[in-house]
């Protein structure tokens, strides 16, 4: 029998807590909720959490904060509730590690579409991409291990991904040496169109380049094909 997943969410507000925890539940999921990071921190350490929903504008630790300190011992998906009309803060959150981002006011049902599509992103690989037999996939001087889903250098330095990193970076690596523009990649990661003003996939290719050393000025792994998109131009290897 099939375990329900755990959801997180992290509000202040004690309605919409209320309100988003009867509605998972009343959909499949098993939901716990938090008031702010200390909360937060609490039941992470004692229950297991399969996605985190965090409010940005927490009282003492934002959102912004709590997710950037989850993300460097974890890869729990986040998806970031931010202030509509806020695209900075939408920008933010993502470079803070967060999955997917959503505006408020939203209706719950909004919310559960973008939880089962963040969950099914990160519990399955999509089928386009490499065996379940595959365990590491090599390119340059790096590792990526696709059981620990991290990076390992050639002086064996591990290096955390967040979901969202090792979702791009699994994209790139199962089609080297071809160009995928912003349209592709957003579809391929995140399963959603892109509109003209979403930096998602810029900024989690940005992010991608400081875990590889890779220089955003003349970068040599991932690198920008002007007016066309990103491409991985590097030779990779699949081992089992």
Known sequence: METAAHILVVDDDHEI???LAEYLDANGFRTLMATNGSDMRKVL???RVDLVVLDLTLPGEDGLTLCRNLRADS??????LTA???PLDRILGLEMGADDYL??????RELFARIRSVLRRTQALPPNMASPEAQQIQFGHWTLDLIARHLVNHDGLVVALSGAE???LKVFLDHPNRVLNRDQLLELTQGRESDPFDRSVDIQISRLRQKLGDDARTPVIIKT?????YVLATAVTVES
């Open 166 to 168: 090792y979702r791009i």
């Open 45 to 47: 350490s004692e229950t």
């Open 103 to 108: 505006s408020k006011p939203f209706e719950p």
């Open 225 to 229: 094909v002007r007016n066309e998109g």
């Open 75 to 80: 890869n729990i998906p986040v998806i970031m």
């Open 84 to 86: 509509r009309g806020e």
């Open 17 to 19: 807590r209320t309100l």
